[in-house]
């Protein structure tokens, strides 16, 4: 479960079983809100607080959320939540809030120094009087639009569950699992200076909604509980290893989340034949759950075993059911690892086809340009590293390798243009206010 360098202030992480997973809970949501297939992009941070947010038509949702949900209901009523802020339009309306109140900010200001100069001593306390108080309002104005967002938000979500069948039992849980964590100083938080309303009022609002919902006591389906445990298994492997497993399925511990998990923890500590016994005795019983054949063929891979990793790493792609681009690349460079000539061709093949169906997959550019460079072919090997500098947002590195790999193409040709635009590429400045 790498890490992407794709945004630079989020410590994203990329993992085919969990996207798939995550395809699974968002899907039916954003087909309801008639968000159309690719309006939203969903991303997966590393980190281990329960919380999920937007920014426009991104979606990010903390590993942390993933692994203290019980149920798929609790991720499902986030994301019903998340998507009513998207529809709902609130991030764009708040940054033109915030651009009216610094505005008004600045005139608060104005005036206030305007007092300050006309009254001495007096006008001193009556100018900084302006300044503060004007900016406490401001401040509350845009916390109180907040609010109403957020209940709106609410709104949408109770609306979305309804549409797919789904229960707002989750959603419910984990407002009350938020709400316990204020339970004690609650009653001396000032209302008017939170962002989201206060959780005993939240949860009274949502309560009577939820419960009237017919789809109220129906349960997850189980094979989308295993394969939600399964991520769980995942993500406390890589987080906690096997000490964070064992906590988590303390009730469950030969369960098959629990095992996966189990082996997951004993690889990444070193121990590969044990973490490969269980990988296998899954399998007989999982034949067709792809990501158990592709976690073998890492555990291979990594172990320096890479022509074993050959075979289950093409399984995985077979039994994936969401076409995976990042397993494509994955497979790609598995082939590449086998240090075998004849295999440098299919390589691209595989990695190039991952890449046109996830062009966010930086590593992928990594091993096209290792591929182009083994068989001697410089300018494509520049122009992948060139894409790869270019994704990361290191811009004059990109061109730098952009304009050598110019030098080497075809001049005027699909791959030449491309090179072309990263080299006369200009990053937006930020608006600043």
């Known amino acids: 479960m790498p890490n992407t360098g794709w945004a630079q202030r989020l410590p994203l992480v990329r993992d085919a079983?969990?996207?798939?997973?995550?395809?699974?809970y968002t899907a039916p949501i954003f087909a309801a809100a008639g968000l159309g297939k690719g309006a939203v992009d969903v991303y997966l941070v590393h980190n281990p607080a329960f919380n999920a947010f937007v920014t426009d038509r991104r979606m990010f949702i903390h590993t942390g959320a993933l692994m203290q949900a019980d149920v798929p209901n609790e991720i499902i009523g986030v994301i019903a939540h998340e998507t009513g802020h998207i529809i709902g339009g609130h991030q764009v309306r708040m940054r033109d809030r915030l651009e009216r109140a610094q505005v008004l900010a600045a005139v608060g200001a104005?005036?206030?120094a305007g007092a300050m100069v006309?009254?001495?001593?007096?006008?001193?306390?009556a100018g900084q009087a302006i300044i503060s108080g004007g900016g406490n309002t401001l401040k509350r104005t845009l916390l109180s639009y907040q609010r109403e967002e957020e209940t709106a938000a609410?709104?949408?979500?109770?609306?979305?569950?309804?549409?797919?069948?789904q229960s707002g039992a989750g959603m419910l849980k984990t407002f009350e699992r938020l709400g316990s964590q204020l339970l004690f100083s609650s009653s001396r938080i000032d209302p008017y200076i939170q962002s989201h309303p206060l959780p005993r009022a939240r949860i009274a609002l949502l309560q009577t909604v939820v419960r009237q919902s017919p789809s109220f006591n129906r349960p997850d389906p189980e094979a989308l509980q295993i394969r939600h445990d399964m991520a769980r298994a995942k993500i406390a492997a890589y987080a906690g290893g096997l000490g964070q497993v064992r906590r988590l399925f303390r009730d469950r511990p030969n369960s098959l989340p629990a095992l996966y998990g189990t082996a997951i923890a004993q690889y990444l500590r070193?121990?590969?034949?044990?973490?490969?016994?269980?990988?296998?005795?899954?399998?007989?019983?999982?034949?067709?759950?792809?990501?158990?054949?592709?976690?073998?063929?890492?555990?291979?891979?990594?172990?320096?075993?890479?022509?074993?990793?050959?075979?289950?790493?093409?399984?995985?792609?077979?039994?994936?059911?969401?076409?995976?681009?990042?397993?494509?690349?994955?497979?790609?460079?598995?082939?590449?690892?086998?240090?075998?000539?004849e295999n440098i061709a299919e390589a691209i093949?595989?990695?190039?086809?991952?890449?046109?169906?996830?062009?966010?997959?930086?590593?992928?550019?990594?091993?096209?340009?290792?591929?182009?460079?083994k068989l001697g072919r410089e300018a494509e090997a520049l122009a992948a590293t060139a894409e790869q500098r270019f994704l990361v947002g290191r811009?004059?590195?990109?061109?730098?390798?952009?304009?050598?790999?110019?030098?080497?193409?075809?001049?005027?040709?699909?791959q030449w243009v491309r090179m072309q635009d990263i080299v006369l590429y200009k990053p937006k400045k930020k608006k600043r206010f």
């Open 270 to 341: 070193g121990d590969v034949k044990s973490a490969l016994r269980v990988i296998d005795k899954l399998i007989q019983k999982m034949p067709n759950h792809a990501y158990l054949y592709e976690i073998k063929a890492e555990i291979l891979l990594k172990s320096r075993q890479a022509g074993k990793a050959v075979a289950p790493m093409r399984k995985a792609i077979q039994l994936d059911p969401f076409k995976s681009g990042l397993l494509r690349v994955q497979y790609g460079h598995v082939l590449l690892e086998t240090g075998k000539r």
């Open 154 to 165: 609410d709104r949408a979500a109770v609306t979305l569950l309804e549409k797919t069948g």
């Open 110 to 112: 104005l005036l206030g």
């Open 349 to 373: 093949k595989q990695i190039k086809a991952g890449l046109a169906r996830d062009r966010k997959t930086v590593s992928g550019y990594e091993f096209l340009a290792r591929a182009y460079a």
């Open 17 to 24: 079983e969990i996207e798939g997973l995550l395809k699974s």
């Open 395 to 414: 811009y004059k590195e990109a061109k730098q390798f952009a304009f050598r790999a110019q030098k080497g193409l075809k001049k005027n040709s699909p």
């Open 118 to 125: 006309a009254g001495g001593d007096l006008g001193d306390a």
